[in-house]
């Protein structure tokens, strides 16, 4: 029986990790964020990461791996999950704010929000992945429902 609940317990843990997660960044530290550190061109940066999620694989409807240069992610989202994306980028500075794609507990970008989303988002700037490492990715996140 012991041996039972252990194996319920690591099942139900490997479940709850999640594969992708979009969370604002904060310019301090508070109690509901978690120091995260994202590498660019070879520079490490200290973010401040919302442990809240504005969306997750579960907003997610489908995914498009770009094949241009720079190389990226496209993710549409449900109706619901673009009605967050609205309002979360609806409260921030653009221009200015920043979220954070995290993927398997990593940041793998950290970009400047330009405009209000909605539905779609393009993560870019995965030009140093293969197009058939971001497919992978890809394929994770629309398969985490």
Do not use: C
């Not at 579960?58 to 309002?87: N, S």
């Not at 793998?108 to 988002?121: C, E, F, G, T």
């Amino acid at each position: 029986m012991k041996t039972a609940i252990t194996l319920l317990l690591i099942l139900s843990s490997l479940s709850s990790a999640e594969v992708f997660r979009v969370s604002h960044v904060l310019s301090k530290q508070t109690g509901n964020t978690v120091k995260m550190t994202i590498t660019n061109n070879g520079v490490k940066e200290n973010l401040f990461v919302s442990k809240s999620a504005v969306v997750t694989s579960k907003d997610v409807l489908k995914t498009y791996t770009e094949v241009h240069e720079g190389g990226g992610i496209t993710l549409k989202l449900t109706k619901a999950g673009g009605d967050k994306m609205f309002a979360a980028t609806g409260k921030m500075k653009l221009g200015v704010d920043r979220m954070a794609i995290i993927i398997d507990g990593k940041i793998i970008s950290a970009p400047v929000v330009q405009a209000r989303l909605n539905r779609y988002i393009l993560i870019s700037g995965l030009g140093d992945m293969g197009y058939n490492e971001r497919a992978k990715i890809a394929r994770r996140i629309a398969a985490e429902k």
